[in-house]
């Protein structure tokens, strides 16, 4: 079939551009020093052949319960907190903002984590080289909204994210999305709730307003509120179905 012919635009539309930004304001010495010492003994790097698959699991102990995995984490203040809260499981963090990446970093030398890996760039290279059901969980916090309806395309939630998210969770798995924006909410749902593999957990009409207790605040969902914007909060069962 041709590109583009009955496929919705934003399948086709996918490309491994990255708008975002990669560095920010300079770092302080230390910071530096701990990209530079700490980053590589966390890393994540993909295959370095073509068609070759990670393994999420060899990045971890044996012992390792489960894999979260949570796309662009910012600051890094929730996935420091999980992986705290949750000693048995492995996480790996995707952000391209090297300074955020620092900031992580920081988290894990100030709480001591041994269960955190980082693939610091685009997170879509990555959930191309990672095998069927290998993620217990999948956590996209405030995702970049991206207003403008030509810049629609750049969302990290389309429908073809969602589908990968289907692929890479276990049956049982969850994703969990969130956001301040009530435009790209109604994007998110979309997608979510088209595809039949996914499960909506609402328990009732105001439940995406509520932040689940296991689920610690981000930087930018502390900005919203401050700003007086409500955030939404969504989990979704990955079915047995729908592949
Ligand atoms: C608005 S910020 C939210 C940060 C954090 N989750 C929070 O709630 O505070 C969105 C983050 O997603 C990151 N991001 C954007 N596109 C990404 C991609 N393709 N892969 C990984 N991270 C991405 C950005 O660099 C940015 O740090």
């Given amino acids: ?44 790097e993909l295959p370095g052949t073509p068609d070759a698959m990670l393994d999420p699991r060899t990045l ?26 949750n000693p048995d499981v492995g996480f790996i963090g995707s952000e391209p903002f090297m300074n955020g990446v620092a900031s992580l970093l920081r988290h894990c030398e100030d709480r001591g984590l041994s269960n955190v890996r980082i693939y610091p760039d685009d997170v879509r290279d990555l959930l191309a080289v990672l095998p069927d059901g290998c993620l217990d969980r999948i956590a996209v916090l405030f995702a970049d909204p991206w207003p403008k309806k030509r810049h629609h395309p750049r969302r990290i939630i389309q429908h073809g994210t969602i589908a990968d998210f289907h692929r ?49 605040e981000t930087r930018y969902e ?15 069962e990955r079915l047995d179905t729908g592949g």
Avoid: C, N, S
């Fill in 222 to 236: 502390a900005k919203a509120r401050a700003q007086g914007r409500q955030p939404a909060f969504m989990r979704f």
């Fill in 1 to 44: 079939m041709p590109p583009g012919k009955d496929i919705p635009k934003d399948i086709v539309q996918r490309d491994r551009v990255f708008y975002g930004r990669r560095r920010g304001r300079r770092l302080r010495a230390g910071m530096e020093a701990l990209l530079e010492e700490r980053l590589p003994e966390l890393l994540v």
């Fill in 60 to 85: 971890f102990p044996p012992e390792t319960r489960g894999i979260w995995l949570e796309i662009g984490f910012g600051g890094g203040e929730h996935l420091a907190a999980q992986a705290e809260a």
């Fill in 168 to 216: 890479l969770l276990k049956p049982g798995g969850e994703l969990r999305l969130a956001t301040d924006d009530m435009g790209y909410l109604r994007w998110m749902l979309a997608r979510a709730t088209a595809h039949r593999g996914f499960r909506w957990l609402a328990r009732g009409p105001q439940d995406w307003r509520l932040r689940p207790e296991d689920w610690p």
